[in-house]
């Protein structure tokens, strides 16, 4: 008889079972995800699949529009060989849209776990040990109060030649970016950590782990780590988004990459002065850039309710 | 409230220091030198004589007290003097753009009207727009018109203005050529024709910054409708007999705006930030095309000065959303 009802009991289900359970429920954040999964396949096995150097200059082959302009624009220069069309040196724009969105997928990418580490390691520190407590919020405090994005374009205008000269000028620019981004964008995660684990160290579990005697350490690791997961992950896909857009602007501004490097922001940017002959140069990359910070942040709102055990399960 | 309002005050003027320590120092470790752009065939004693004139001379702890005292002491005296005709500052040295060389209020004061007009007229239509948007989706939630308001949102979180500005151009400007795509800023309103002209140059700059906070504000508004819809006042307020316009916007409106406020408030600083990109690409020529144009040229008491001015806005706004949550919600005690 014993036997039987414990072959009732359904099979105990992995906790993040059922947050993807949840998940898929959310129409928008499936769709968000599936394209978020669909430009990162574009961006890094689009060049093996499409084998077009994105720097090779090519005049005589300059201002091919795209394809489907030669639906309605009769006259217009189309080229199978270049279906985005290409820019005024001749380059194609298929291959740019790939290797900029690889960089600046990247960028976000590391920017954001640059953040989210910063702010989590602040927020554990300040919820858990009292006395860093004051000193960190205080701190994070004064960082709120910074004009952010003028402080970004200092650092990026004022810190550039000498890490192009110690790192090369890609990669340079990409750690002054991405610590750029980093830094001025760890605060958010950082507070909302704090409050949670403040919660949680007031709870049973936490007393009991601290009756036998747990160190600081693995108290941290082992029982509040894994409880504000979840507020963690949110915000890093805010996180992600933002870091996309903030280095697209900085490269709007004329403050990001080189010139020959392609960003998605950096496509657009050169476009601009452009646009009025060849108003899909701007449209690509905006699109693009648009497009996965859409998904990005349709994800988050998936996870946000995946992840609370009260709309959980309804 | 008002032992509160003065404590925050004075609080937050080691703030203020602070940043404007912060500031200087990024603009004093970093390596690039105001005098990179000067051409190589200078003698480098004249290259020092230059750096000497534009006050590079002394260490950091001489210029930073010197730039606070110029600040807050040495400005305050020269605009009093202008307004009153007194003599405080009696020719007092001011602080000067390594550029122009001329005083950094002055050409300030010059590119503030732009960027007041398009930035304060955003955010005005904005949060009109928003605030509606947030009440209608909040009392029919999950209607269509909730569901369009929420993807709307997401698309003004999502598009980036950089993004938003060009379509809005290639579409009104370029396509249709209903619209001109700069800025022109020496436009004088005379008349009712010119009148149609600001109008119409302001669309475009305006609806762009528009679209970020109305996604943001009718986010806030909608959330907090939600919250108070569902409280026991509202239905003590219904069985009164009183109608749903009466309950909706007189009871519901006015709670929920108390967070609504501040967070008004505490826009107002980002908007300006935002303004700088939005400013490059309809070229207009207010403060953050300034600070771009300071920033390539390596001005630094320009930069520094309107980078701290943006800080005095976040701090002073942060201390006027406290202060309004207070005045606003008698729960709130801060003392």
């Given at each position: 008889m014993t036997d039987a009802t414990l072959n009732a009991v359904e099979k105990p289900r992995n906790q993040w079972w059922d947050v993807w359970a949840q998940f898929r429920t959310h129409k928008g954040a499936v769709a968000g995800l599936c394209f978020l999964i669909f430009i990162t396949l574009f961006v890094t096995l689009g060049p093996v699949l499409w084998d077009v150097d994105p720097g090779k200059l090519n005049i005589r082959n300059k201002n091919v529009r795209p394809i489907y302009m030669g639906l309605f624009g009769g006259d217009a220069k189309v080229a199978w060989a270049n279906p985005m069309g290409t820019d005024n040196l001749g380059r194609d724009i298929m291959a740019n849209i790939m290797a900029g969105g690889r960089v600046s997928l990247a960028v976000g990418w590391t920017a954001m776990i640059l953040a989210v580490f910063l702010g989590t390691l602040i927020g554990v520190l300040a919820g858990y040990f009292k006395r860093l407590d004051g000193l960190l919020m205080r701190f994070t405090d004064l960082v709120l109060a910074l004009p952010l994005l003028p402080l970004l374009l200092v650092m990026m205008l004022l810190f550039r030649d000498p890490l192009r000269a110690t790192f090369g000028p890609e990669n340079g620019i990409f750690i002054l970016i991405v610590t750029g981004i980093g830094i001025t964008s760890w605060m958010q995660t950082a507070r909302i950590v704090r409050g949670d684990v403040m919660a949680l160290k007031e709870r049973e579990f936490v007393l009991a782990a601290r009756s036998i005697g747990t160190p600081a350490r693995r108290m941290i690791t082992r029982h509040l780590l894994p409880n504000v997961m979840s507020p963690i992950m949110v915000s890093a896909t805010l996180g992600l988004a933002t870091a996309i857009i903030t280095e697209s602007a900085l490269s709007f501004l004329g403050?990001?990459?080189?010139?020959d490097f392609p960003t998605w922001g950096k496509i657009l940017f050169d476009s601009v002065d452009r646009m009025t002959a060849f108003p899909e140069r701007v449209i690509w990359p905006g699109l693009a850039i648009s497009l996965t910070v859409l998904a990005v942040n349709y994800i988050g709102d998936g996870l946000r309710d995946a992840l609370d055990p009260r709309i959980r399960g309804q | 409230m008002l032992i509160y309002t003065i404590r925050r005050l004075l609080i937050s003027i080691p703030t203020l220091l602070f940043i404007a320590f912060v500031i200087f120092m990024l603009l004093e470790l970093?390596?690039?030198?105001?005098?990179?752009?000067?051409?190589?065939?200078?003698?480098p004693e004249v290259k020092e004589k230059m750096r000497l004139a534009l006050g590079l001379g002394e260490p950091w702890w001489v210029r930073f007290p010197l730039w606070l005292k110029q600040f807050f002491i040495v400005e305050p005296q020269y605009w009093i003097d202008n307004a009153?005709?007194?003599?405080?500052?009696?020719g007092a040295q001011r602080i000067i753009s390594f550029q122009s060389r001329s005083p950094v209020f002055e050409i300030i004061a010059e590119r503030m009207p732009q960027t007041l007009w398009v930035v304060g007229m955003s955010y005005v239509v904005g949060v009109l727009i928003a605030l509606p948007i947030g009440i209608i989706s909040a009392y029919r939630q999950y209607s269509v018109f909730d569901q369009a308001g929420t993807f709307v949102s997401m698309i003004g979180f999502s598009v980036p203005p950089f993004f938003s500005g060009v379509l809005l151009i290639v579409i009104f400007s370029v396509q249709l050529k209903w619209l001109p795509s700069i800025y022109d800023t020496t436009h004088v309103v005379s008349d009712w024709d010119s009148f149609v002209f600001q109008l119409r140059q302001m669309v475009m700059p305006v609806m762009v910054l528009a679209l970020q906070t109305t996604a943001q504000v009718s986010r806030y508004m909608r959330a907090s409708m939600l919250d108070n819809l569902t409280q026991d006042y509202v239905r003590t307020a219904r069985a009164k007999g009183m109608t749903e316009s009466v309950v909706v916007l007189k009871h519901v409106l006015r709670n929920s705006m108390i967070p609504v406020v501040t967070v008004i408030a505490l826009g107002i600083p980002a908007i300006f930030g935002g303004a700088i990109i939005t400013e490059q690409i309809f070229k207009v020529n207010g403060l953050g095309q300034l600070l771009i144009i300071a920033l390539q040229g390596n001005d630094i008491p320009m930069v520094m000065t309107i980078t701290f001015l943006l800080a005095v806005l976040i701090v002073m706004m942060n201390l006027i959303a406290d202060v309004l949550y207070g005045i606003l919600d008698p729960r709130i005690r801060y003392d």
């Open positions: 403050l990001g990459f080189p010139s | 970093a390596p690039g030198d105001p005098m990179a752009q000067m051409p190589l065939t200078i003698p009153f005709g007194t003599n405080f500052a009696d």
